[in-house]
Structure formats: structure tokens, C-alpha cells
């Protein structure tokens, strides 16, 4: 996402240029993130509404709000990022240089997930943005030694 602060001035590569990032980069892994799309979208809704702030973008697939519609709003977003998830990988079955790692970001293995694809410790993926780990250190940070292994290395 590259927001530049007016309304209608947004850019999402992710969803607006797949055929460009495939022209220059060919042989890229992409990572498509996932998640329960209810949860998804209590998040747009909590963080500082970005829910509206997307619709402001006018991105292609995200109908615009209905004034007094919850229900209907809810089921636009949710139509949007299902369509988005099988864009994804409807784009990289057509384009087979690619490789795409799913990841469910809200289920337990996504550490798992993520060391299987790129080979980099699963101590390494935690979730450091959850509301409830806003305050100090992050409760699913690990600290790693100088030899990348769980202690009390360098790392600061």
C-alpha cells in the first residue's frame, strides 16, 4: 500500500499492477498473506477507519460504502478480499515463474509456514502489531544469540 495522504491518491501494486511486477520481476516468490476475513475486517474497521479510507482509494473491486448498510458494507469488503485472494492466485497459476507462498497469518503454523518457504527460523515470524501486545516488549518476541539461535545473543 502506498498512501500519499489525499483522498483518491492511493496505490496498490498488489492489486493494480501484477502484470508490471511480473514484467520486472519474473522468477519473484510472492507471499500472499491471509486471514479470516471477519477478522480482516474488524481490523480495517479498528485501525484508524481505514475501511473508509480504502474506499476513498477507488480500488478496483471495492464497491463504494451504502450509507446505514453494515450488513452490505460488511459483505463489499468481504466480496473484495476473497476476489483479491483468488486473483492472486489465479495470476500466479497463469504466470507459473512465480511461486506463491499462502500464509494464514492468524493461525498458529504461519511461523511454520514461512521457515518451510524461505528457510529462515520460525522463531523469526511472530505477530508484532496484535492490539494486545502494543504495550512493551512484544510477548512473542524471541531473542536470538549471534549464532541465530534462541538466547541471550547481541541482538538488540
Known sequence: LDYMGKKGHCYFPQIESLQELHEHHPLSTWILNTRRVDDWINSLKKYHNMA???RS????GLPPAVD???KKNEQGLADFYNGHIENIRAFVKKHPSHKLV?????EDNAGDVLQEAFKISSLCW???NARSNQ???HKNTVELDDDGEEGEGNNK
Open 52 to 54: 473508509d479510507r480504502l
Open 57 to 60: 482509494c477507488n480500488i478496483p
Open 68 to 70: 446505514n448498510d453494515e
Open 102 to 106: 499462502e500464509v494464514a497469518i492468524d
Open 126 to 128: 511472530k505477530n508484532h
Open 135 to 137: 504495550k512493551g516488549k
